[in-house]
């Protein structure tokens, strides 16, 4: 069974803080992960892939963890726009296609001034 | 460039009503989908298509019919409206060589 877990938070951060959460997944199969943001009330949108090797884009970093089966995302000097549901996503099919994608229910972050 | 658009934003059926959701990409994306999303339930997949002609069925197909006539176009049609179909429906497309989904922004359905 397709199973993608987060906590669903919501994490309540101080503006300048370091915030990190995690994402289990339970196919071990799986092929491709990400990380997408959906702000209240509008559409998700890619904020970053997930690579083998980890990967960092300004203020964000992403981890993979095959071994256990997770994937991290670590938000440096949060920002008040960084107030967002964080959404983990994987892709099983290593054939590609819409059909493998697997969505978290999301982490819900909320950055305070 | 439009990326993917979705009309209508908001719609109020009644129970026993039909209606078809519109999507469209200008991306030339061979896949699109369609998700429903619901409080506590994450996205979950409805339908989707692999290219024009050729569609399959997602997690929750019940009540929903789809086609893809062109690679632009993927109306997803609900065929006699249900309490239970009220959600936020989003359409997604992606290219064949990376998974990124691209979404539309969203119709809210209510189905009183």
């Known amino acids: 069974r397709k199973e993608v877990e987060q906590d669903p938070g919501p994490f309540n951060v101080p503006e300048g803080a370091t915030v990190a959460f995690n994402c289990t997944y339970s196919?071990?199969?799986?092929?491709?992960f990400f990380w997408y943001r959906q702000d209240c009330r509008k559409e998700p949108k890619l904020l970053m892939s997930v690579y083998s090797s980890g990967n960092e884009d300004g203020r964000f970093t992403a981890q993979l963890n095959r071994a256990s089966q997770y994937i991290s995302l670590l938000i440096r000097d949060s920002k008040l726009s960084d107030s967002a549901t964080y959404l983990c996503?994987?892709?099983?099919?290593?054939?590609?296609?819409?059909?493998?994608?697997?969505f978290g229910k999301g982490t819900h972050l909320i950055i305070q001034p | 460039n439009a990326g993917v658009t979705q009309t209508p934003k908001f719609q109020v059926l009644k129970t026993g009503q039909s209606m078809t959701l519109q999507c469209a990409q200008d991306m030339n994306h061979e896949y699109m989908s369609w998700y429903r999303q619901d409080p506590g339930m994450g996205l979950r997949l409805i339908h989707y298509?692999?290219?024009?002609?050729?569609?399959d069925q997602g997690e929750v197909p019940n009540g929903y019919n789809v086609s893809r006539s062109t690679t632009e176009d993927f109306p997803l049609r609900l065929l006699s409206a249900a309490p239970s179909q009220t959600s936020v429906y989003f359409c997604a497309s992606s290219s064949d060589r990376t998974y990124e989904q691209y979404f539309g922004p969203g119709t809210r359905l209510t189905v009183t």
């Open positions: 298509s692999v290219g024009a002609g050729i569609t």
């Open positions: 196919n071990s199969a799986s092929q491709s």
């Open positions: 996503v994987v892709n099983p099919d290593s054939g590609g296609g819409a059909d493998g994608l697997t």
